[in-house]
Every structure is written in structure tokens, then in C-alpha cells.
């Protein structure tokens, strides 16, 4: 099955900077790749997803970019805020079709603490 | 109020109890999962259920059972609570493959 590596498990900044977090997937199938933000005390939110078919993807100050190549995608936050500051997961699936549902899997999280 | 919602959201029981875990969503979503977060293991997906009377194993599907008898309803009942059942469990729901997850509250289980 998938398999998806999340780097680094910690990483603090300081307000303002900016924060990359990487995820390789070992299936070559997937194509979907969301990214979650999970706040203290809260369920994981969608903040942003990419598809195979596109390379890099901006909302805001929040970017993700893919490489199919090499297997790999990243989470970029440009002008950190301490609102920032939250657990981020990766995650991979093949979206599409009927059955199984969307059976993601996710990385195991990066702390992000945005320092003041 | 619309949403997805986990009752209890902390629960302490001792090993060998049987404990169920609720999960209600307003939505009408016809996926629903169940996942498990431990610390260096991320979201593990436990069980889902594509339809109501439609359920299978996810990637850590030992010692849970689940059911569907109703769209809106997926409980998870740990028949014989072990200490390694110890998480915090988070259900999730969605239209079909093609849309986003949205995930409850969680429910903070200690096994003791």
C-alpha cells in the first residue's frame, strides 16, 4: 500500500518567515495529495490540495508544490503568523472511482510553532 | 447545527470493558471513516464505510468493530479495551472519493 514520509516532525520560525514542509508517497498511482491543518484541541481541516496534473498550486500565503517525478510534495508558508502555529499533515490517495472509498494516507505530522 | 459531530470527547475506561465511540454527521455523506492519532504515527485509518450496511477494514482494524445501520451514524465499539487502545480517535466524513474528508472533534480514549 501507500506509504507517505512527512519532514521534518518539528519546526519553528520566527514570525514572518517562511515554512516548507516535505512528503514523499511511494505509489506511484496516487493523485491526490490534500494537506491538513490540525489546531490544539481540533479535528484536522483541508487548507489545500494539488492534483497529479498540476504542478504547484497558491492560496494566499499558501502554496503546495509537486514533483512526479521524484515522488514528492511540499507545503509552503510565506509570512508566518503565530495563528500559523499548528499541526500539519500530508497526505496521498487515488481519488476516483467507486468503492473503497477515499482511502488516504496521511504522514505522521509536523509541528509548526511560529515564534513572535 | 450542520456538521460532524464525536461523543463522548474523553472517555476513561479500564482494560477489558467494552466502550462504543459515536460519530453523527448532518450531512447526508455517503463515506464516513474512522481513525486512530498516536504520537510519530499520524492518522491511521481504522475502518470506513462507503453506505449505510457497508463497511471495510482499514489499515488498523484489530480490536474495533463498527456498523452502519443509518447514513448519518458510525459507531466504533472496542469490544476489549486494551492499553494500547489508549488515542485519540477522530471520525471523519465525505461525499464520495472525489471531495475532501471533514473531520469531528475527536474523542480522547484512556485505557487503563
Known amino acids: 500500500g501507500e506509504n507517505v514520509e512527512q519532514h521534518p516532525s518539528t519546526l519553528s520560525v520566527q514570525e514572518g518567515d517562511s515554512a516548507v514542509i516535505k512528503c514523499t508517497y511511494s505509489?506511484?498511482?496516487?493523485?491526490?495529495f490534500p494537506w491538513y491543518k490540525q489546531e490544539l484541541g481540533k479535528g484536522p481541516q483541508l487548507i489545500i490540495d494539488?492534483?497529479?496534473?498540476?504542478g504547484e498550486k497558491k492560496d494566499q500565503r499558501i502554496a503546495v508544490t509537486l514533483n512526479k517525478t521524484a515522488k514528492h510534495f511540499s507545503l509552503h508558508i510565506t509570512e508566518t503568523q503565530p495563528e500559523d502555529s499548528a499541526v500539519y499533515f500530508c497526505?496521498?490517495?487515488?481519488?476516483?472511482?467507486?468503492?473503497?472509498?477515499?482511502?488516504?494516507?496521511f504522514g505522521t505530522g509536523t509541528q509548526l510553532k511560529v515564534e513572535l | 447545527d450542520a456538521g460532524i459531530t464525536q461523543s463522548p470527547r474523553y472517555k476513561i475506561t479500564e482494560t477489558g470493558r467494552q466502550v462504543t465511540l459515536m460519530c453523527h454527521q448532518t450531512?447526508?455523506?455517503?463515506?464516513m471513516f474512522w481513525y486512530r492519532q498516536d504520537l510519530g504515527h499520524g492518522l491511521r485509518l481504522i475502518y470506513y464505510?462507503?453506505?449505510?450496511?457497508?463497511?471495510d477494514k482499514g489499515e488498523v482494524p484489530d480490536g474495533y468493530v463498527v456498523s452502519r445501520s443509518k447514513t448519518e451514524n458510525f459507531p466504533l465499539t472496542l469490544e476489549s479495551a486494551t492499553r494500547s487502545q489508549t488515542s485519540v480517535y477522530f471520525c471523519?466524513?465525505?461525499?464520495?472519493?472525489?471531495?475532501?474528508?471533514?473531520f469531528g472533534p475527536g474523542t480522547r480514549l484512556t485505557v487503563t
Open positions: 450531512w447526508s455523506h455517503s463515506y
Open positions: 497526505a496521498a490517495s487515488k481519488r476516483g472511482g467507486t468503492g473503497g472509498g477515499n482511502k488516504l494516507t
Open positions: 464505510s462507503a453506505a449505510a450496511d457497508i463497511t
Open positions: 505509489d506511484s498511482a496516487s493523485n491526490y
Open positions: 494539488i492534483r497529479s496534473n498540476v
Open positions: 471523519a466524513s465525505s461525499w464520495d472519493p472525489r471531495y475532501e474528508q471533514y
